[in-house]
């Protein structure tokens, strides 16, 4: 459990473990899947996601027709319309990652909650609900539920997660990625400007995490590119690719996605009233709880609990 108001938590993990129950007695047939962000069929988020300051695509923004600077991602950020995942589906998996895969018990987000997702369980595996760190690239395609604030440096860019309170570095005075990295959680990453596109590469990433809600796995070979390009003021659309020899076949080429501009007064309306992102830490000790409180109850309804 996230450190921030208990009683809120519990109410919200009461309703989206209870959803997960719902969902398996509502799985369809066949073993479709539900279709992910961008792709046809799929709604895009209405209104302020969460209730964090996730912004969807509902009204068109006042502000989209500002003068901007293409080369400038500073500023706060939130996902808009991603969804949990990269928006197309996995390459082929290799045995190694296949038997990684099939280890993996989704529980919570649009992995737990997906009415088509036979794999889910309401308690889940997630490592994540251990305090593990969510990791990179998966702390950014749940952006649209939280919020990040871009830092751009003469030498770097730092990007600061509302989500797990967390930062990415991403530097660009000309080094080049690590041969032989030490794995990292969030990688080793340098960035380029292509024209008006950021061009972001890394590696070096530990393989204990997800790459995504739906519990897919990658090795400490994976290489990440990412390209950002801000189309107006308010917009920076951005696609992603993976590629990992020993997981996928393949690589794995995202949708194009996107972040949404917004307010720093528009922070006011979330916990403090402070112009930042809160402070949402994973405390193992009141995780325990959350388990012991919401999590166990609403995985197993007949367990008798302290």
Known sequence: MRHSVKSTLIAIGTLCLSSIAFAQANQPQGGATAPAAG?????????????????????????????????????????????????????????????????????????????????????????????????????????????????????????????????REIWTDGRKLPDDPEPRFYGYSVGHWDGDTFVVESNGFDDKSWIDDDGHPHSDEMRLVERYHRTDHDTIEFTMTITDPKAYTQPWSSATMYLRWFQANELRSRDSGWEDLREDVCVPSEEAKYKDLVREPAGNPNATHK
């Open 39 to 167: 792709e046809p069929g799929q709604r895009p988020a209405q209104g302020r996601a969460g209730g964090r300051g996730g912004r969807g695509a509902a009204a068109p923004s006042p502000t989209k027709d500002l003068p901007f600077d293409s080369h400038d991602l500073s500023g706060f950020w939130n996902g808009g319309g991603i969804r949990f995942g990269l928006g197309t589906p996995a390459p082929p998996m290799t045995p190694w990652a296949k038997a990684r895969y099939d280890a993996a018990i989704p529980g919570i987000g649009a992995g737990g909650n997906n009415p088509a997702n036979p794999r889910a369980r309401p308690l889940g595996n997630d490592p994540i609900m251990l305090c593990d760190p969510i990791s990179y690239p998966r702390i950014i395609l749940t952006a649209g539920n939280y919020g990040m604030q871009v830092l751009q440096l003469p030498k770097e860019m730092v990007w600061l997660f509302d989500w797990f309170y967390t930062r």
